[in-house]
């Protein structure tokens, strides 16, 4: 269920998105990115892209991972990595590609974002096991394509890679939290570049011309960390992935942003570091949607895109270990509770929680979110808000990031609804997506996760015969004893939220 690429919405978004290489400069004003044309894809296509403006930017390659220093001794510390991405212009048009600018330049916005992440995946349980700063894009080579703009554009069909060295340079690895995913909009006035501050209100307000280069930094900061303990698991039960994102002003259709790799990481002696081997194969998507047996995007997706996926591990003898993950693409609200819709008393065990230090942690609560069972759902969240210098700095999913919640339970999995809430006030506090969850219901004859109408017809189209559909207490015959039990769970359903 991969979203499509589409392009049918640029009318409803045109008059903003119908940008021009000459004359509009995507990245300086905060406009919404592509995900309305996603979702378009969801409508029947009325119309063409033929002579209208597309920023459509790919991520081609997401490979060739490298180490670049540590903190501790091996096996007992942490490495610094970065992986190698590599962009390439599907759109119309190019796409604005400038240097954020060296000490003493004043600071430019117009440039894309790269999300470097690494995953683990054992025994059934994907977990985000680091990532990096957001990377900002500073040239494009412009490969294999006629005509080659200059450096500050990626022209249409050309790539650009981003190697290892390219995407370990400190200098050019900024906050996530100053980057907002969904409009690809970033305030160079008082930024981390700017100030040389993370997050905080700087005393000095900054001026929009860089002060803060890559003197100064640790070798592992805002790279991509990762614990030698978290790797080290890794064995033939065990599987790495890579994951690289793009976010660009404008881009018409994210769907081709993401990409990862699965990757194999060995440590050489002789080397004192990490050595990867790309595995592969490249995949053109998020890695959660490798890993789930079932996703759901979440709906609405006015404020972006999550996904929720899940796998159900059967451990015999009638019990269920269930895997949710939650991704947070790319909704600058953050997300901050997850709920899944559960049978009332049912028994549950071994519920647990994961979420790799964020790459700011020295800023967030990395306190885990506590589940509460109700009658009807199991709901995690995130301790009291925690406040620093009047900003929230509560434990939420921030963009480019993905939390593990699992349990294991004797019901099996039924079509449901589970939920989340937004932490950043906005319409749609709340967004679902349909995966399955331990709520059963007996009169869900069409396993849509709510007894309804439908079923009500499913039954009186087969009443009087055996079914077998509606037979409900599976006594050969459908009839008011199966009606019965309709009625008795007529409207109730398997939806959080
Ligand atoms: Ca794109
Ligand atoms: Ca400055
Ligand atoms: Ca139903
Ligand atoms: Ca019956």
Redesign the pocket.
């Known amino acids: 269920m991969h979203k499509p690429i589409s392009f049918v919405a640029i009318g409803a978004a045109g008059a903003a998105i119908a940008l021009s290489f000459v004359a509009v400069s995507v990245a300086q004003q905060p406009q919404s990115v592509g995900r309305v044309a996603e979702r378009a894809s969801e409508q029947p296509m009325t119309g063409s892209s033929a002579g209208v403006d597309i920023i459509d930017v790919e991520i081609s390659e997401c490979f060739a991972a490298r180490e670049w220093g540590r903190v501790g001794s091996y096996p007992t510390g942490y490495a610094a990595f970065a992986i190698s991405t590599q962009s390439h212009n599907v759109g119309t048009v190019p796409v604005e590609w400038y240097t954020p600018g060296a000490i003493g330049q004043v600071l430019d916005n117009r440039h894309p974002f790269i999300g470097q992440n690494m995953y683990r995946l054992r025994d059934g349980r994907l977990e985000q096991i680091g990532q990096a700063f957001i990377k900002h894009g500073f040239f494009s080579e412009n490969a294999m394509c006629d005509p080659q703009p200059d450096g500050q554009h990626l022209g249409v069909g050309c790539f650009d890679t981003y190697d290892t060295v390219s995407n370990q340079i400190q200098q050019y690895l900024g906050p996530r939290s100053e980057v907002n995913p969904q409009t690809g909009y970033w305030e160079p006035c008082g930024s981390h570049f ?2 040389g501050l993370i997050g905080y209100p700087a005393s000095d307000p ?2 929009c ?3 803060h280069g890559t003197s100064g930094h640790t070798v592992t900061e805002h790279r991509l960390s990762v614990y030698d303990q978290d790797i080290l698991d890794a064995d033939a039960n065990t599987d790495l992935f890579i994951e690289g994102f793009y976010i660009v002003a404008g881009d018409e259709n994210t769907a081709n942003n993401w990409r990862h790799e699965r990757t194999q990481l060995d440590y050489d002696f002789g080397l004192s570091r990490w050595v990867f081997t790309d595995i592969g194969p490249q995949v053109l998507s998020p890695v959660i949607e490798q890993w789930a047996d079932e996703f759901d995007y979440t709906l609405p997706a006015a404020d972006g895109d999550a996904i929720v996926g899940l796998r159900v591990v059967d451990l015999g003898s009638g019990f269920y270990r269930y895997e949710y993950n939650v991704y947070n693409m790319d909704i600058d609200r953050e997300l901050e509770s997850f709920s899944v819709p559960i049978n009332d008393g049912i028994n549950l065990f071994l519920l647990g929680f994961h979420a790799h230090p964020e790459d700011e942690e020295v800023l967030y609560s990395m306190s885990d979110w506590t589940p509460t069972v109700t009658t009807d759902a199991i709901t995690w969240t995130p301790p009291a808000p925690d406040t620093n210098a009047g900003e929230d700095f509560s434990n939420t999913i921030r963009y480019g990031t993905m939390y593990t919640f699992w349990f294991t339970t004797d019901v099996a999995p039924s079509a449901a609804k589970v939920a989340l809430t937004h932490r950043k006030p906005g319409a749609d506090g709340t967004i679902t997506a349909a995966v399955s969850a331990p709520c059963s219901l007996l009169a869900d004859i069409n396993g849509d996760g709510v007894v309804d109408t439908a079923d009500l017809g499913v039954l009186l189209s087969q009443f009087g015969t055996m079914g077998p559909e509606a037979d409900l207490n599976g006594d050969m015959v459908v009839d008011t004893a199966d009606l019965g039990q309709l009625l008795t769970e007529f409207g109730s359903n398997c939806f959080a939220g």
């Open positions: 700017d100030t900054g001026d011309i860089r002060t």
